[in-house]
């Protein structure tokens, strides 16, 4: 029991920087208090007491606005942040380190009995008043956008955004790690720019940054194949890049990048 509460708050600690003490988690956030409760309300759903388990979770409905039906099955180090306005439904399952923020509703398409609340994997986030509807599978370390509506599986690893929720397809890691590398060469900062957010700017700069690297290319051939006619035009210098220039354009990056 013990190990499970500090576990817990570890959790917190690794995905809440306002975080200040154990004491402070245990007191101050509702979300822990919410799946404290949960799980008291679950223990008592398996022993079939359905009567109290539901009271149990009224309860706890009460004291945080989080809604967890007695019957959903939760994992290890979940992670409920704000709080306010969750709800889960009796199939849902939960896996280990899941975040939901804000809002979102694990909730069914169906009045028939059986398995009708979707199944999050380890790993999984949330974003606020999103909504996950059907009784399918949202696979190991995805996300779903704020507000999104999503009524079909997402792939493990994968992004789903927007209503209806669409899958946005992974960039590869080798194409990332050559923006980020030409990203440092001119001196920008892509902070929070990726193809995993659903952001015509940070598709356009993506874009940019697979063109110059494939200048730069270019020209690095040009110039090997001037040297050996002999030719040193290539030995000139490339005017510098100041880090000046560009803290206007990184601050504006990091600002746009916290807003998701």
């Given at each position: 029991?013990?190990?499970r ?19 402070e ?5 509702p ?6 409760l949960?799980?008291?309300a679950?223990?008592l759903?398996k022993?079939?007491?359905k ?19 007695p ?6 180090r979940?992670?409920i ?7 889960i ?9 899941v975040?939901?923020y ?5 909730g ?14 380890d ?14 599978t949202?696979g190991a ?10 009524t ?9 955004v927007?209503?209806p ?9 080798e194409?990332?790690?050559k ?6 060469k001119i001196?920008?900062?892509?902070y929070?720019?990726?193809e ?17 690297q ?10 090997g194949a001037?040297?050996?006619l ?5 030995a000139?210098?490339?005017?510098a ?5 560009f ?9 746009d990048?916290?807003?998701?």
């Open positions: 029991m013990f190990e509460l500090r576990e817990d708050i570890q959790s917190v600690f690794h995905r809440d920087p306002a975080a200040r003490n154990a004491f988690v245990l007191t101050c956030y979300g822990m208090h919410a799946i404290w949960h799980r008291a679950h223990a759903w022993r079939d007491w009567w109290l388990a539901r009271l149990v979770s009224n309860f706890g409905r009460w004291m945080t606005g989080i809604e967890i039906h019957g959903a099955k939760v994992g290890r979940f992670f942040d704000h709080g306010m306005g969750i709800v439904g009796e199939t849902a399952e939960i896996g280990d380190d975040t939901l804000q809002g979102v509703t694990l069914g398409t169906s009045w028939n009995k059986g398995k009708r609340h979707p199944t999050l994997e790993g999984v986030v949330v974003g606020a008043g999103a909504k996950v509807l059907g009784p399918f949202v370390g995805a996300k779903i956008g704020s507000n999104a509506v999503v079909k599986a997402v792939p493990a690893g994968a992004t789903a927007g209503i929720g669409r899958i946005i397809v992974k960039t590869d890691a194409v990332e790690a923006r980020k590398a030409m990203a440092e001196g920008f900062d892509a929070g720019v990726s995993d957010m659903p952001d015509p700017v940070a598709r356009a700069i993506g874009q940019l940054l697979d063109h110059l494939a200048v730069d290319g270019r020209l690095e051939d040009m110039c001037l040297k050996s002999g030719s040193d035009y290539c000139k210098e490339l005017p890049l100041r880090e000046e220039d803290a206007e354009i990184k601050d504006e990056a990091r600002s990048a916290s807003t998701h």
